[in-house]
């Protein structure tokens, strides 16, 4: 990897978005979500909120993710990468303390839930880390495939219910 991707946004944001790991571009900018997945990111939050007559951009929120580093080739963080980074992230969301966290796809899921199911089955719901109260949603990238397309309107009601809940 060329850089170590922290994080971006707001430090004192009331709303927190997790996702895996940085891709290609991430690790090329040092910035989470700048490429393709990110571009939908940004398009969902900045699109959602306008809609809803909420005044919040992707600027005003706090967005990391699990591991800082980019995997090799992308793959999925390994046990013993999200536990080294998880301490990280751990650090960050309580020094930040938001109102709620959206965790996108499953790595979020498994650093900061106790939960077996998967995201289909999650997704839509209040969960808590930590007294926290935490939405979990599908990953950017999942909803770029085209064969998911019908998960992207159900993206949309999560995040719409996440940007009411801590913005009303
Ligand atoms: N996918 C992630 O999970 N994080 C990023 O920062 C970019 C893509």
């Known amino acids: 990897r060329a850089r170590i991707v922290f994080g971006s946004g707001n430090e004192q ?15 090329e900018q040092g910035l989470p979500f700048v490429g393709r997945a990110g571009q939908l990111l940004t398009q969902m939050i900045d699109g959602t909120a306008k809609k809803e007559g909420i005044p ?7 967005i990391c993710n699990v591991v800082k580093c980019r995997p090799p080739g992308n793959r999925t963080p390994q046990p013993d ?7 990280f992230l751990v650090r960050q969301l309580l020094a930040i303390r938001p109102k709620a966290i959206c965790l996108l ?26 007294e926290i109260p935490v939405m979990v949603t599908y990953h950017p990238s999942y909803l770029l495939r085209p064969y998911n397309q019908a998960a ?17």
Do not use: I, S
């Open 13 to 27: 944001a009331r709303l927190v978005f997790v996702g895996e790991g940085p891709g290609a571009e991430e690790d």
């Open 56 to 62: 919040l951009q992707r600027k005003d929120v706090y």
């Open 81 to 87: 990468e999200m536990e080294t980074c998880g301490q």
């Open 105 to 130: 796809g499953a790595t979020a899921v498994k650093a900061l839930l106790d939960r077996k199911e998967g995201v289909t089955k999650l997704r839509g719901n209040w969960y808590r880390w930590r």
């Open 152 to 168: 992207k309107r159900e993206a949309w009601e999560d995040l719409k219910k996440v940007l009411h809940y801590v913005y009303d």
